[in-house]
């Protein structure tokens, strides 16, 4: 793939991309969230049409129109979310549309043959007229291998295949890729963990704002340099790109919340922060290090297997985010349009959702009150609004942010969690809640900030707690929070017994 | 049927599971035993012959319908469809038994192919579709009928009237269309690329196109399916009664979609059994017989409003146990 532009609606999403994949090669394709990943995953198979560039494929170039298309010329995607059907055997996935027929009826035994033959071609076992939907995803996997491979797919891509599996099914999964290296089919691997990106695969371009920055060997290229490459590395000394304003330290004292060693199946493996009042402490790591897993179970969304969270020194392990709201905790989602906003609304309504029980009486909201909430913190946010009933689709991504912030904001919290709450709003709005992040700490509120930018967790943080693969690798605080410490934390980590057990100054 | 056993005894649930898939069966066979010691006559040739003259209406839409549920849809309009041809095999009556039966039959397939194009071309809601050829084909059985009652058939074509009333190796001849409908139904449904599609695009609509199935056609295949279907029960009703009936088959298409759901398919399509279909269709229509004779035997007297009622709670007593058991379709 050369050159590829991609636009959304004015918004380039790709900018001169280029993917090179040879025959028989294992390719891991790496970036941030927002990188382009997706987007040339979509135009390589069809899904979208590219704006500019072109895409040659086994010799040829190539105009793939849907994934079907793609897939019927030898282009195979396995998603995170297998595009299988559950509710059928495990044979009729692998052939389904190209069932053995006989008369015009379906050969049951050649069909469940041919499938058990091609399953443990790759190595695995099981009984092929079962449910799809009785195993595990990581069989569910293999069965979209099993059928790639069956339809003589030439290059698979796999979209974070490993994100819910164990190791050992890694380990199943990493055969199986081997094994299509043997018969030189390709593979596109997009992962987060390093560790695998360095197993299985043999070359790998990294992606950072809609471009191709780094393509090589794996080989040739440490961890820390790939992280680098990943976030992007323009060391700014001159400080305030952000619009933080460091309010000298955090405040000493006990910690306002307290959660450690949490585990949460493979997904948190004894992760640990410390949150104390008027202080804003940044969760570092890179995409499926357990940054946002963590978030939920400190805030009652998921329940944990194992670890302590306190508040004020109290036991505090909520079961719905109602209890952690009740005790004063808030939490404004990495996902605005998902699970943030409900954009036909105003903004009025959307900005005292949370606090309508306490503004009702006898079930009828006292719209009195209301507007004088919305009134004050439309004038102490700033937010840009034409009329506090104008439908919140309509405002800029930073300022629904804001309002997001005010939800929470009204209904008094001591403690915020907030994941990402730059991402995706244009630079002035972002100095301007930063700022205001900044102002809040100081007026007593604890932070814990999930972020992926450098400069925000550098400049914005009193303390940054560093995860890595779902658990704590490194506590930084104070000047101690340099770019180059949290790159070769991210990376690397440090050993646990290197975790400095400082306190703030 | 995923995480069945992740919580709960499991053998509460390996029961409930077996309950799920036969209990349907056995109830069928617990009330013909019940019926057969507590009634006379109930297992007699005559009450065999009328239960399965009448049922086999409702077993040929339910069958059709079990093949549209199976793909996550719906077919309301089989009702009114039964209405519609019963009228067109009575005014192509005069033509011979051939062209009446191929009318009838070809009418309903029409109405499955203007519901399966729109669900399809124009990708509408196939609940909002057939509920708009519900009312429409009724319509048009009333205006065929010229607004009266009934239209009556040819007398000479006795061959018509025999498809409804008349006899096969002792059989009648009703019963005998439905088992050789569901013997090929049952056939395609377990082996042919159609039954199976179905089955996946029920399963995981978007799933099924990225495999490469041709999801409108399998879709547009079922309506018309269901259509036919309908158009062969209308056919055998215009025989049966002697005439063509505009105002019946009020309702079937309900009997026909808890025929279906008794039998265990999931409204959520993506599993099902033609054969468990037949018996929840039949098992509705042996509830009714059963309160027939039990009327007859004077002891109490139950107004037919009661079928109704009954009908209804085994209706719900299935669905519960399918959540139970966690045969829950997929979003």
């Known amino acids: 793939m050369q050159d590829i532009q991609k636009s959304f609606a004015g918004v380039v999403a790709l900018a001169d991309a280029s993917l090179t994949v040879a025959p028989g090669e294992v390719h891991a394709l790496i970036g941030q969230n927002g990188a382009g990943k997706s987007t040339m995953i979509k135009v390589l198979t069809g899904a979208y049409r590219r704006d500019g560039g072109s895409v040659t494929f086994a010799g040829g170039p190539v105009e793939f129109t849907s994934p079907l298309a793609a897939q019927q010329g030898g282009i195979a995607t396995i998603y995170q979310e297998v595009n299988l059907i559950a509710l059928r055997t495990v044979a009729e996935n692998i052939f389904l549309g190209r069932e053995p027929k006989r008369w015009g009826l379906i050969q049951w035994p ?75 089919v390709s593979v596109i691997f997009v992962s987060h963990r390093l560790d695998e990106l360095y197993a299985v695969c043999d070359r790998i371009t990294v992606m950072r704002d809609g471009r191709t920055v780094y393509a090589g060997n794996m080989a040739d290229i440490s961890r820390l340099q790939l992280v680098e490459q990943m976030l992007g590395r323009e060391i700014k000394n001159e400080g305030a790109q952000t619009g933080f304003v460091k309010s000298g330290a955090g405040k000493a004292g006990e910690p306002l919340l307290k959660a450690e060693g949490i585990r949460l199946g493979q997904r948190l493996t004894g992760a640990s922060v410390a949150v104390r009042q008027g202080e804003v402490v940044g969760l570092a790591g890179l995409l499926g290090s357990g940054r946002s897993e963590l978030a939920r179970v400190i805030f009652g969304a998921d329940m944990p297997d194992a670890g302590e969270v306190t508040l004020d020194g109290q036991p505090a392990h909520f079961r719905t985010p109602a209890e952690a709201i009740n005790a004063g905790l808030g939490f404004c ?68 942010q804001k309002v997001l912030l005010a939800r929470w904001l009204a209904t008094d919290p001591r403690l915020l969690i907030l994941d990402e709450p730059t991402r ?36 914005g943080c009193h303390e940054v707690t560093v995860l890595r693969d779902g658990h704590s690798v490194a506590r930084l605080s104070g000047d101690g929070i340099t770019e180059p410490e949290l790159l070769h934390a991210m990376a690397q980590g440090l050993e646990p017994q290197d975790i400095p057990a400082q306190v703030s100054p | ?197 179905a089955l996946a695009i029920g399963g995981g609509e978007d799933a099924s196109k990225l495999m490469g199935l041709n999801v409108g056609r399998v879709l547009l295949g079922v309506y018309v399916l269901s259509g036919a279907l309908a158009g062969l029960a209308g056919m055998i009703l215009a025989a049966q009664l002697g005439a063509g009936q505009p105002t019946e088959g009020l309702g079937w298409e309900l009997s026909a979609i808890a025929a279906v759901v008794v039998g265990g398919t999931l409204l959520t399509g993506g599993t099902g059994s033609v054969w468990s279909t037949l018996v929840g269709a039949l098992l509705l229509g042996l509830i009714f017989n059963i309160l027939n004779f039990e009327n007859g035997k004077g002891i109490i007297s139950l107004s037919p409003y009661w079928q109704s009622v009954i009908r209804g709670g085994f209706l719900l007593l299935v669905v519960v146990i399918q959540s139970r058991t966690g045969r829950r379709g997929r979003a």
């Open chain 1, 333 to 400: 989602s990495e996902d605005r349009k998902a699970e943030g906003i409900i954009p036909e609304l105003s903004v009025r309504e959307n900005l005292t959702l949370a606090l309508l029980p306490r503004l009702a009486r006898a079930g009828v909201v006292d719209t009195v009150r209301q507007s004088e909430i919305v009134n004050r913190f439309v004038a102490q946010l700033g937010i840009k609004t034409s009329d506090p009933d104008q439908p919140i689709r309509e405002l800029s991504g930073g300022n629904q």
């Open chain 1, 424 to 459: 995706g709003i244009d630079v002035g709005a972002k100095a301007e809640i930063q700022r205001l992040i900044g102002e809040l700490a100081r007026g007593g509120l604890g932070v814990l900030m999930i972020s992926s930018e450098l400069e925000e967790l550098i400049e």
């Open chain 1, 110 to 184: 050649v069909m469940n043959a041919e499938a058990n033959r091609l399953l443990r071609e790759l190595g695995i076992g099981l009984d092929v007229t079962r449910p799809l939907g009785e195993f595990s995803t990581a069989i569910q996997q293999m069965v979209a291998l099993a059928r790639a491979v069956s339809i003589n797919a030439r290059l698979v891509i796999m979209d974070e295949p490993t994100s819910s599996l164990n190791e050992r099914e890694v380990d199943t999964l990493f055969g199986v890729i081997r094994g299509l290296k043997e018969r030189s």
């Open chain 2, 1 to 197: 049927m995923l995480n069945t056993n992740l919580t709960g005894d499991p053998r509460r649930a390996r029961l409930l599971s077996l309950l799920g898939q036969y209990g349907v069966l056995a109830a069928f066979i617990l009330l013909i035993i019940f019926g057969s010691l507590r009634y006379e006559g109930f297992l007699s040739a005559y009450n065999f012959s009328t239960f399965l003259r009448y049922n086999a209406m409702f077993g040929l839409i339910s069958l059709g319908m079990c093949f549209v549920i199976i793909t996550g849809g719906i077919d309301l309009s089989v009702g009114s469809v039964v209405a519609l041809s019963s009228v067109v095999a009575a005014l192509l009556s005069p033509y011979g038994v051939v062209v009446a039966v191929l009318g009838a039959v070809a009418a309903g397939a029409l109405v499955g192919v203007i519901n399966g194009l729109i669900i399809t071309r124009l990708n509408i809601q196939p609940f909002i579709v057939t509920l708009a050829t519900l009312l429409g084909a009724r319509g048009v059985a009333l205006l065929l009928a010229r607004n009266q009652g009934g239209v009556g058939l040819d007398p000479g074509n006795t061959a018509l009237t025999w498809l409804g009333q008349g006899d096969l190796l002792r059989l009648p001849v009703p019963g005998v269309i439905l088992l050789i409908a569901f013997v090929v139904g049952g056939v395609a449904l377990r082996y042919s690329p159609f039954g199976r599609h």
